[in-house]
Nanobody
């Protein structure tokens, strides 16, 4: 069982930045592929970014490519999402998720993930 706790959300003006963190309970954090998803009001949850177990490989949704950066610190059991040049359409609840298996090629698919955090709200004002 892996518990995931997101933090770092908040209210920011368009063009600003936020860094989300996701603290994992598992001592085997480095064996999990990780991802970020988001859900805007009235919309389905969508993929944002994913990272491989060692951190060398990353994968982004087109909508955030060049603005967001996913990273991880396996020594601290923590996943990050640096969000720059935020837009009002980035407003959503952001979730981190962990997968035991699979590759980056399928990391955009929700069923690949075994554990989910409770989410953190990000609101971008115009």
């Amino acid at each position: 069982q892996v518990q995931l706790v997101e933090s770092g959300g908040g209210l920011v003006q368009a063009g600003g930045s936020l860094r989300l963190s996701c603290a994992a309970s598992a001592r085997t954090f480095s064996t999990y592929g990780m991802g970020w998803f988001r859900q805007a009001p009235g919309k389905e949850r969508e993929f944002v970014a994913a990272i491989s177990r060692g951190g060398a490989g990353t994968y982004y949704a087109d909508s955030v490519k060049g603005r967001f950066t996913i990273s991880r610190d396996n020594a601290k059991n923590t996943l990050y999402l640096q969000m720059n040049t935020l837009k009002p359409e980035d407003t959503a609840v952001y979730y981190c998720a962990a997968r035991r298996s699979g590759s980056l090629n399928t990391s955009h698919l929700e069923p690949q993930y075994d554990y989910w955090g409770q989410g953190t709200q990000v609101t971008v004002s115009s």
